[in-house]
């Protein structure tokens, strides 16, 4: 973000998200810069994005699209949100998917879209999963609070199983 010897750019004219949330994290990165604090440089692998519909769609990382255009061998999962409990509890207004992509290579979530009543809420746990390069069979093997909107992440992770 660092343009010119004394001058930072963030937000949208990075052209790296045009979200809120995207320049807040890019001018904490810019002010621990021009203090000269210690401090990792931007990493938009999991940047989340959230548009405020009905139903709320959030996304993470990578799409399957941009994951096979950057060479990747891209596995998917996918859950529909009114076949959860969750769901069939929420009734009218349920209408969602959540849909994973793993690099099949690594074994690791890559990209993640949570579509559907709090859509951008189910997100938090799979941005930390694409960030941090969890293994997708270490996601197999949580407990999913029951019933939850995050309990249709464990549908979609065993449809991404039998992708495989």
Same mark, same amino acid.
């Given at each position: ?12 004219i ?24 210690p ?16 139903p709320?769609?959030? +996304? ?10 950057q ?11 009114? +076949? +959860?409990a ?79």
């Amino acid at each position: 973000m660092r343009a010119a010897p004394g001058v930072w750019g963030v937000g949208d004219i990075t052209g790296r998200g045009l979200f809120t949330h995207v320049a807040m994290y890019q001018a904490e990165i810019a002010v621990r810069d021009i203090l000269g604090r210690p401090g990792p440089g931007a990493d938009y692998r999991a940047t989340p994005r959230v548009t405020f519909t009905d139903p709320e769609v959030g +996304s993470a990382g990578l799409t399957e699209h941009a994951a096979r255009e950057q060479g990747l061998r891209a596995c998917t999962g996918t859950a529909r949100v009114p +076949s +959860s409990a969750r769901g069939w509890i929420h009734k009218v207004g349920n209408d969602g998917l959540i849909k994973l992509v793993e690099d099949a290579d690594r074994g690791v979530l890559i990209g993640a879209t949570a579509a559907g009543p709090a859509g951008g809420e189910v997100l938090y746990g799979l941005a930390v999963a694409i960030q941090m390069g969890i293994p997708v069979d270490r996601l197999r093997h949580m407990i999913f609070a029951y019933p939850t909107f995050h309990r249709a992440v464990e549908d979609a992770l065993a449809d991404l199983g039998r992708a495989n």
